[in-house]
């Protein structure tokens, strides 16, 4: 196998973007018995969407099984929507670090709908990082 100099930053870029797996948007949520949509991330490991005391929160934990029931554990987090909006603007960061130190990340593809309407499509627009912003920043960390 031969080797190719890369004459810029965005050949490599190009490259790991080909490299990457692009995770399509479809629904994959279930409905947990409070009524709360849910997203499975491993066996026993979920994300929420509920609402507690009349706050929307975000909720990243381990269940158990008890009784034939999943019931949540003591393991995880709540964050409210403003905690985890401030977690998705990191997530350019946090990808990039992961890369630095060799993970690859299968990249989410936000193109498709997913089955919701306008104004849910442009709140999730509104929490995305603005492109000009992520280039700025790794500009500016590349001269450091």
Do not use: C
């Not at 946090?94 to 593809?109: A, F, K, M, N, V």
């Amino acid at each position: 196998m031969t080797s190719r100099k890369r004459s810029s930053g965005d050949d490599l870029a190009e490259d790991n973007h080909h490299k990457k797996a692009k995770v399509s948007h479809r629904d994959t949520s279930k409905v947990d018995s409070n009524g709360d949509r849910y997203w499975e991330i491993s066996k026993m490991r979920r994300v929420t969407v509920s609402s507690f005391r009349g706050k929307t929160l975000v909720n990243v934990r381990e269940y158990y099984e008890k009784d034939g029931q999943e019931l949540p554990g003591k393991k995880g987090i709540s964050m409210p929507v403003d905690q985890f909006a401030a977690l998705v603007t990191l997530l350019p960061e946090i990808e990039q670090s992961l890369t630095q130190q060799g993970q690859s990340l299968p990249r989410p593809d936000y193109s498709g709908d997913g089955g919701q309407d306008d104004s849910e499509n442009m709140e999730q627009d509104s929490l995305k990082p603005d492109k000009q912003n992520i280039e700025a920043t790794s500009d500016e960390e590349s001269e450091a």
